[in-house]
């Protein structure tokens, strides 16, 4: 857990104006992730077409916490939207067949996009 304490800790403090690398990564860099976070909430309140967040249960990189946040963002600002996640979809949009991340083995990752992905983003595009 201290690697991820100090990830979190480096990263307040760039937030509060520091300049010292964070994992190996420079300030700058982390002050610009955060601006493009600022700069997408922006433009996806004034984006005329509808969205589509997806998100997998499973994804460790984006955890389902920020799609829902996304989506009492959007609600917020009155955009046509659709969140939607799905219990075994990972951060590649595959399904893991295995729920515990201990015991997962390369025979239950999917190797394509989950059906249910496809399945969903058509009906979208449907409208």
Known sequence: MAPLVDLVDGLAEIR??????????????WRSWFDLHEQSLSAASRMPQ???VLNGELDWNVPPTEARAWG???????????VITFP??????????ESDPT???P????????????????AFLAG
């Open 16 to 29: 509060s104006g520091g300049n010292e690398p964070v994992a190996g990564v420079s300030a700058e860099f």
């Open 50 to 52: 509808p969205l589509l």
């Open 88 to 97: 075994c979809v990972t951060h590649a949009l595959n399904c893991v067949s």
């Open 72 to 82: 009492e963002y959007l609600a917020g600002v009155d955009a046509e939207f659709d």
């Open 107 to 122: 025979a239950d990752i999917g190797r394509t996009v989950a059906p249910e992905v496809i399945d969903a983003l058509l």
């Open 103 to 105: 015991a997962i083995t």
